[in-house]
């Protein structure tokens, strides 16, 4: 079988192909050996899915309701009920200026990227050649690979501010960030997948700032962000402009299942979002936008998201920390400062091993992580931090992790031995 570049490409080895082939064969056979500390599925959060339960037994109920949710095709820029009461929302309780004509839906917010990425980078009609330029890495893993031609992304080193208690944060380094003439859109997670990182608000007006000048777009990752979810344990104030691509996702809600992501934008790009979807997808799924209809209509998402969903997190994160304090004690590790999201990010500097090598004795032990080398694309000189990292996630059972947390610990303290 003769593969095109494409399907050479979207068939070799990717990242995220093997963190979600990890997750997908411990979950479809039960799980039961395996700590889970590798994905980014959230945990399941009772008071939102008892909202959830509750919404989709009205909708059922319903024979109208319930035909729409299976029977009909939405247009390819989504629902458009949904649409119309999320840009009501982002206008009330935020100022910004939009309107239906700004928003759109994708089946998931992987889909979402791949369509914003390589409508912006890759080779234009003109003849050059631009890219996604990735402030600060390490970044999400999901990114690597969405590229239909390569090279396709450009990364720059963070400064690293050491802080007290064993931790570290990462900033953006404006000083050695070059805006060349091959950048075609600047893309930032915040929080930051894979480490919890968020961007201060001093920073995002800089990085806006910087794609104005440059005619270039700024789009923003706020899959674990304001407004909703909200998984943030600090100041983040919510941003929006004709120049920035907000996207959000219902996964980190407690929704993974219905692959809804959504983007905020200017009418030009929602449009041209809108052509794309109607050529991959037709439509967009119906099921994510029906089921959060009346959280958003009612601005319920909002309350949800800061009582509920967020405390769920937080209070999962400052065990898990407090756990690998213990766990850790006498290696010469590090934790980045936990902002938000559902990760902890852990450096081990001078590692004798690679942090691919860690992974994969923690998996013969049943403990999945993720390998730190994984999150930095573009960078164009090798960096032996990359190697010495470790991304987990503490949003499942409390026990697991606690489980899992000592694993590590014993492992990280052979490979130093």
């Known amino acids: 079988m003769k593969l095109s570049q494409f399907g050479e490409q ?12 990890d997750l997908g064969n411990a979950l479809a056979t039960g799980g039961d050996d395996m700590i889970m500390m590798g994905g980014g599925n959230p945990g399941h959060v009772p008071g939102f899915q008892e909202i959830i339960q509750k919404r989709l037994q009205d909708l059922t109920a319903d024979i109208g309701s319930f035909q729409k949710l299976i029977g009909v095709y939405d247009p390819p820029q989504g629902e458009k009920d949904f649409v119309d009461v999320l840009a009501s929302l982002l206008s009330r309780e935020y100022g910004w200026d939009v ?37 600060l890495a390490p970044e999400y893993i999901g990114y690597a690979d969405l590229g239909t031609s390569e090279p396709f992304f450009v990364s720059t080193r963070p400064r690293i501010e050491l802080l007290a208690d064993n931790q570290f944060k990462y900033h953006v380094d404006f000083d050695n960030l070059s805006m060349g003439a091959e950048t075609g859109a600047i893309c930032v997670s915040r929080p930051t997948n894979p480490t919890g990182n968020v961007l201060t608000d001093d920073e995002i007006v800089k990085l806006d700032t910087l794609a104005k000048e440059h005619g270039v777009p700024l ?19 919510p941003v929006w402009n004709e120049n920035i691509i907000v996207c959000l996702s219902l996964s980190k809600l407690g929704l993974p299942a219905v692959r809804t992501g959504i983007m905020v934008a200017r009418k030009e790009v929602i449009n041209a979002v809108s052509g794309m979807n109607a050529i991959m997808n037709l439509a967009t799924g119906s099921f994510g936008a029906m089921l959060a209809h009346e959280l958003v209509e009612s601005g319920e998402v909002l309350k949800v998201s800061q009582n509920v969903i967020k405390p769920f997190y937080q209070q999962k994160m400052e065990k898990a920390v407090e756990n690998f304090h213990v766990a850790l004690s006498g290696t010469p590790y590090k934790l980045h400062k936990p902002e938000g999201a559902m990760f902890l990010w852990l450096w081990f500097k001078d590692l004798p091993i690679t942090s691919h090598e860690l992974y994969q004795r923690l998996k013969k032990r049943n403990v999945l992580v993720v390998s730190g080398h994984f999150f930095f694309p573009g960078l164009e000189q090798e960096w032996q931090h990359q190697n010495e990292c470790i991304r987990v996630t503490y949003s499942q059972d409390e026990e697991q992790v606690a489980k899992g947390i000592k694993i590590i610990a014993e492992e990280v303290k052979k490979a130093y031995c």
């Open 219 to 237: 789009i923003l990752d706020n899959a674990y962000g304001v407004p909703f979810p909200g998984i943030i344990y600090t100041s983040a104030k």
């Open 99 to 135: 309107g239906p004509e700004n928003i759109c839906l994708t089946n998931g917010s992987q889909a979402g990227f791949f369509l914003l990425f390589n409508m912006f980078a890759g080779k234009h009609s003109d003849g050059t050649s631009r890219k996604i330029r990735l402030p």
């Open 10 to 21: 979207f068939t070799g080895g990717a990242g995220i192909l093997s963190l979600m082939d």
